[in-house]
């Protein structure tokens, strides 16, 4: 046995310790929050197609080609894992807004008075992010599993986020890879 005598405060501590790391061993995870709700899953099922090409250069290159002429700018290319990420600043107004905001500017300009504080909290521009991931297929040689997801943050007058979303919409990404199988077509056709 030890000589050693533990002072009443260290044997608090150690007790409440104790209680803490049993208390995290015995709560345990619901199983729901490790499953994907099926809306996820058709979600990523619109943002990803398999394409047969070349090689995984081949579609990277026509996905830049794709993004420059959509007007993207190319932030970074990770050839190594396959991931491009490209992204571009727009008018996020839309026309209903841009005539409500005339008119807001034209009474304000007129009246001087208060109320013109709505211009700060107006839709002023949005930032899409887009980002591609390429991998080789595990189903077929010679095809590319790609993947396409889409960010959008839009900001207000005094550059706050207002909206920040991510696009689902099926369409939107079908046009995506409907644009990319042209431009891989080029792209194959010219090598």
């Known amino acids: 046995m030890s000589d050693r005598a533990y002072s009443p405060l260290s044997v608090i501590v ?21 499953r994907l709700e099926e809306s996820t ?13 070349p090689s995984e250069v081949a579609i990277l290159s026509a996905t ?15 050839k190594p894992l396959g991931v491009i990420t490209a992204s ?3 008018d996020a107004d839309d026309r209903g807004e841009k005539a409500g905001l005339f008119l807001l500017d034209l009474m304000c300009a007129m ?21 591609t ?20 943050v839009i900001y207000d007058k005094e550059d706050r986020i207002r909206i920040l979303e991510r696009v689902n919409t099926p369409e939107v990404y079908q046009e995506l890879f409907d644009n990319l199988r042209q431009s891989l077509f080029i792209e194959v056709s010219q090598s």
Not at 21 to 30: F, H, I, M, R
Not at 119 to 125: G, Q, R, V, W
């Open 133 to 152: 991931v390429v991998l080789p297929s595990l189903e077929r040689s010679e095809a590319y599993s790609v993947r396409f997801t889409i960010q959008r």
């Open 111 to 131: 009246s001087m008075s208060g109320g013109c504080d709505k211009l700060s909290t107006a839709k002023d521009e949005q930032r899409i992010v887009l980002t």
């Open 14 to 34: 150690a007790a409440l310790v104790l209680s803490l790391l049993a208390g995290c061993a015995s709560s345990s995870v619901p199983k729901a929050a490790l």
């Open 88 to 90: 571009k600043v727009s």
């Open 64 to 78: 830049i080609a794709l993004l420059q002429d959509m007007e993207f700018n190319v932030d970074r290319i990770e």
């Open 41 to 53: 899953l058709d979600v990523r099922a619109a943002q990803t197609r398999t394409l047969a090409a």
